[in-house]
């Protein structure tokens, strides 16, 4: 036996498409701040390719797949030139 099909109506009631949940819609969700969080990440990279490579930059680059240079300015760019 078939079962009979629902009325417009009650296929609006059936679905409800759920809107979804952002910063804007809902305050219990903190705002991301992207760039922040870019650059703890870059910055926590840097240490630890340093640490495990005794300082020796040639190797935390190369540890990073990096060239000398673009690792040199990373490290100017985020206040690690004690290190250099």
Do not use: W
Request: charge should be negative.
């Amino acid at each position: 036996m078939a079962k009979p099909k629902a009325s417009r109506q009650e296929k609006s009631i059936l679905y409800q498409p759920k809107t979804p949940s952002s910063p804007k819609n809902d305050p219990e969700i903190p705002p991301i701040d992207f760039t922040s969080q870019v650059a703890d990440f870059e910055i926590e990279l840097l240490e630890q390719a340093l640490c495990a490579n005794a300082d020796k930059h040639d190797k935390a680059a190369k540890a990073l797949d990096l060239n000398d240079h673009p690792f040199r300015l990373l490290l100017e760019k985020h206040g690690l030139s004690a290190h250099l």
